[in-house]
Protein backbone atom coordinates (compact mmCIF):
# COMPACT_ATOMS: atom_id res chain seq x y z
CA UNK A 1 0.00 0.00 0.00
CA UNK A 2 1.93 3.03 -1.02
CA UNK A 3 0.40 6.59 0.54
CA UNK A 4 1.93 9.74 -0.71
CA UNK A 5 2.77 12.57 2.18
CA UNK A 6 -0.12 14.67 0.93
CA UNK A 7 -2.39 11.88 1.33
CA UNK A 8 -0.92 10.83 5.18
CA UNK A 9 -1.35 14.72 6.00
CA UNK A 10 -5.21 14.60 5.15
CA UNK A 11 -5.49 11.85 7.55
CA UNK A 12 -6.77 12.51 11.42
CA UNK A 13 -4.42 12.21 13.89
CA UNK A 14 -5.97 8.97 14.69
CA UNK A 15 -5.85 7.60 11.44
CA UNK A 16 -1.98 8.82 11.46
CA UNK A 17 -1.28 7.43 14.28
CA UNK A 18 -3.11 3.91 13.30
CA UNK A 19 -1.04 3.95 10.24
CA UNK A 20 2.36 4.48 11.71
CA UNK A 21 1.42 1.48 13.78
CA UNK A 22 0.90 -0.69 11.02
CA UNK A 23 3.78 -0.26 9.32
CA UNK A 24 5.85 -0.81 12.72
CA UNK A 25 4.54 -3.72 12.70
CA UNK A 26 5.24 -4.54 9.00
CA UNK A 27 8.86 -3.02 9.69
CA UNK A 28 9.46 -5.47 12.94
CA UNK A 29 7.82 -8.53 11.64
CA UNK A 30 10.41 -8.03 8.83
CA UNK A 31 13.36 -7.48 11.22
CA UNK A 32 12.13 -10.93 12.20
CA UNK A 33 11.98 -12.75 9.12
CA UNK A 34 15.13 -11.44 8.35
CA UNK A 35 16.72 -12.22 11.61
CA UNK A 36 15.08 -16.24 11.08
CA UNK A 37 16.60 -16.57 7.45
CA UNK A 38 19.85 -15.34 8.93
CA UNK A 39 23.06 -18.10 8.96
CA UNK A 40 21.79 -21.23 10.74
CA UNK A 41 24.79 -21.87 13.39
CA UNK A 42 24.00 -25.10 12.67
CA UNK A 43 25.41 -26.11 9.46
CA UNK A 44 28.66 -25.02 11.37
CA UNK A 45 28.96 -27.60 13.89
CA UNK A 46 26.56 -29.95 12.44
CA UNK A 47 29.41 -31.68 10.16
CA UNK A 48 31.82 -31.90 12.90
CA UNK A 49 29.66 -33.29 15.41
CA UNK A 50 27.91 -35.79 13.98
CA UNK A 51 31.59 -38.10 13.30
CA UNK A 52 32.32 -37.26 16.80
CA UNK A 53 29.11 -39.01 18.20
CA UNK A 54 29.00 -41.94 15.84
CA UNK A 55 32.26 -43.20 16.89
CA UNK A 56 31.41 -42.73 20.40
CA UNK A 57 28.40 -44.87 20.21
CA UNK A 58 30.23 -47.23 18.51
CA UNK A 59 32.59 -47.89 21.27
CA UNK A 60 31.02 -47.12 24.18
CA UNK A 61 28.72 -50.59 24.25
CA UNK A 62 31.84 -52.41 23.54
CA UNK A 63 33.83 -50.75 26.86
CA UNK A 64 29.93 -51.80 28.34
CA UNK A 65 29.87 -55.35 27.52
CA UNK A 66 32.50 -57.41 29.19
CA UNK A 67 32.56 -60.01 25.66
CA UNK A 68 34.48 -58.16 22.76
CA UNK A 69 32.03 -58.21 20.28
CA UNK A 70 28.50 -60.37 22.06
CA UNK A 71 25.10 -59.56 20.02
CA UNK A 72 23.81 -56.53 22.90
CA UNK A 73 27.53 -54.80 21.79
CA UNK A 74 26.56 -55.19 18.15
CA UNK A 75 22.95 -54.10 18.45
CA UNK A 76 23.72 -51.45 20.60
CA UNK A 77 26.69 -49.84 18.23
CA UNK A 78 24.34 -49.32 15.19
CA UNK A 79 21.67 -48.46 17.48
CA UNK A 80 23.02 -45.65 19.32
CA UNK A 81 24.54 -44.06 16.29
CA UNK A 82 21.17 -44.57 14.04
CA UNK A 83 18.88 -42.51 16.92
CA UNK A 84 21.65 -39.70 17.40
CA UNK A 85 21.95 -39.46 13.58
CA UNK A 86 17.80 -39.56 13.41
CA UNK A 87 17.45 -36.74 16.32
CA UNK A 88 20.26 -34.29 14.68
CA UNK A 89 18.94 -34.74 10.72
CA UNK A 90 15.49 -33.98 12.27
CA UNK A 91 16.25 -30.76 14.21
CA UNK A 92 18.38 -30.11 11.12
CA UNK A 93 15.79 -30.41 8.70
CA UNK A 94 13.65 -28.31 10.94
CA UNK A 95 15.75 -25.48 11.49
CA UNK A 96 16.55 -25.37 7.73
CA UNK A 97 13.15 -25.52 6.32
CA UNK A 98 12.29 -22.45 9.34
CA UNK A 99 14.57 -20.77 7.32
CA UNK A 100 13.24 -21.61 4.08
CA UNK A 101 9.79 -20.07 5.28
CA UNK A 102 11.09 -16.71 6.19
CA UNK A 103 12.67 -16.90 3.42
CA UNK A 104 9.67 -17.54 1.18
CA UNK A 105 7.52 -14.91 3.55
CA UNK A 106 10.29 -12.19 2.60
CA UNK A 107 10.23 -12.89 -0.41
CA UNK A 108 5.84 -12.56 -0.94
CA UNK A 109 6.41 -9.73 0.70
CA UNK A 110 8.76 -7.83 -1.72
CA UNK A 111 6.77 -9.32 -4.54
CA UNK A 112 3.42 -7.23 -2.84
CA UNK A 113 5.26 -4.34 -2.43
Known sequence: MNITKDQIHQLTPEQQESLASI??????????????AGQYSGMVWFHSLV????????????F???Q??????????????AMILWVLISYHAARINRRLD???????????A
Open 23 to 36: EIQHVKTRQRLLKQ
Open 51 to 62: PALVMLCILVPV
Open 64 to 66: ITS
Open 68 to 81: KYSALSIILSIMCP
Open 102 to 112: ALVKLLEDDHD
